[in-house]
């Protein structure tokens, strides 16, 4: 009896702790001409913070003057000088989440009824999240220069440019999937 109560609670947090940690690995991959150039992290877009560079595989094994004379290293200097500013949905799926595990040792009425607004809630954030940074040029519009303005060549390259989401994001969303339609359906089940 204590089993079939409680494990609906672990699954439910242990889910929201899941997502959590999903922030903090590669959630979008900034690429220009299918070869990535950067990467952001989940906790970069709930925090803010510079995308980080990745190392084309033309560039392995030179060195660094190398590179800079092959004037090759502009796309990672053009992401790099960017500064992602904080973005308010990410953050917030990372509040519900936190709320979802301290949920847990809520009675069982109100832990069903707020993982299911914390996971429903926290998949309609992370849609638009994935909405509203689905181009480069969205995240430089909302990005603030931290070296130097966009000359005009640079603007000319950015239609290169595509992002990515990778598997983190995915996963967590997969995961307040599951939440939810395991929430809701033990909501159903009390009811008949």
């Given at each position: 009896m204590f089993l079939t109560k409680s494990l609906p609670?672990?699954?439910?947090?242990?889910?929201?702790?899941?997502?959590v940690l999903c922030f903090f690995f590669n959630f979008m991959t900034i690429s220009c001409n299918h070869e990535p150039v950067?990467?952001?992290?989940g906790w970069s877009?709930?925090?803010?913070?510079?995308?980080?560079?990745?190392?084309?595989?033309?560039?392995e094994g030179l060195s660094n003057e190398d590179i800079k004379e092959l004037g090759q290293?502009?796309?990672?200097?053009?992401?790099?000088?960017?500064r992602i500013p904080m973005q308010p949905a990410a953050a917030a799926v990372v509040l519900l989440c936190v709320l979802g595990i301290g949920m847990s040792w809520a009675p069982e009425k109100i832990t069903?009824?707020?993982?299911?607004?914390?996971?429903?809630?926290?998949?309609?954030?992370?849609?638009?999240?994935?909405?509203?940074?689905?181009?480069?040029?969205?995240?430089?519009?909302?990005?603030?220069?931290?070296?130097n303005p966009l000359s005009k060549e640079d603007l000319q390259f950015i239609?290169?440019?595509?992002?990515d989401w990778n598997w983190p994001y995915w996963l967590a969303l997969g995961i307040l999937l599951v939440i939810f339609g395991n929430?809701?359906?033990q909501l159903l089940r009390k009811r008949s």
């Open positions: 609670r672990l699954f439910s947090s242990s889910g929201f702790l899941l997502v950067a990467t952001i992290t877009l709930v925090k803010g913070g510079k995308p980080q560079a990745v190392v084309p595989k033309w560039a290293n502009g796309n990672a200097a053009l992401t790099q000088s960017r069903l009824y707020g993982n299911s607004i914390a996971s429903g809630l926290s998949i309609i954030l992370l849609v638009m999240l994935r909405y509203f940074l689905s181009d480069f040029d969205t995240i430089l519009n909302t990005a603030t220069v931290d070296l239609r290169l440019f595509s992002i929430t809701g359906y």
